[in-house]
Each structure stands twice: as structure tokens, then as C-alpha cells.
């Protein structure tokens, strides 16, 4: 092994941030391996949120969460989960 042949630490450094940067163009997060959920479905929002079906009706009458509708499936998406979530951090 040669000189030119050592990988540095800051290699390594590079090269992990450029793999971070692709995964995250397909949706993928990392250490996951499995791509990031854009959309969740009800029941999933309210164990998300720990919350009642109520509530999460509340949410999306008085217009709180966004949501859309695909047949009889009501579905929300996570970065308006994730909004709110940072909204109420006390």
C-alpha cells in the first residue's frame, strides 16, 4: 500500500455526507434503509400524536392538520405532522 492509497478520516467524512445527500433525493433515510413515509394514513397520525379519532377529527375540522381524502381513506402528510409536533414544543 502506497501513500496515495491511505484513506483520511476527512475521506471518509466527505464521502458519508455525499451518501446522505443521495439517499436523501429518494426519500430514504439514513439508517433506516427503507424509504421515509411521505403519507400516513389515520390511525397512524393518532399514534403518532397519541390523540382520540376525536381529536383528530377537531384537527382537521377547525383546519389545524391538512389532510386528503382517497375513497373512504383520510390521509395526512408527515411534514405537516412534524410541523405541528414543533409547533407545541413547550
Known amino acids: 500500500m502506497t501513500a496515495l492509497d491511505l484513506i483520511t478520516k476527512e475521506d471518509l467524512e466527505q464521502f458519508k455526507s455525499e451518501l446522505f445527500g443521495e439517499l436523501k433525493k429518494f426519500g430514504i433515510s439514513p439508517g433506516s434503509g427503507q424509504p421515509a413515509k411521505q403519507w400516513l394514513k389515520s390511525a397512524e397520525v393518532r399514534r403518532l400524536l397519541n390523540i382520540s379519532a376525536g381529536t383528530l377529527q377537531n384537527l382537521r375540522i377547525n383546519g389545524t392538520l391538512r389532510y ?10 408527515q411534514e405537516d405532522i412534524s410541523k405541528i409536533l414543533n409547533d407545541n414544543l413547550s
Not at 381524502?69 to 402528510?77: E, P, Q, R, T, V
Open 68 to 77: 386528503t381524502k382517497m375513497g373512504s381513506i383520510l390521509y395526512y402528510k
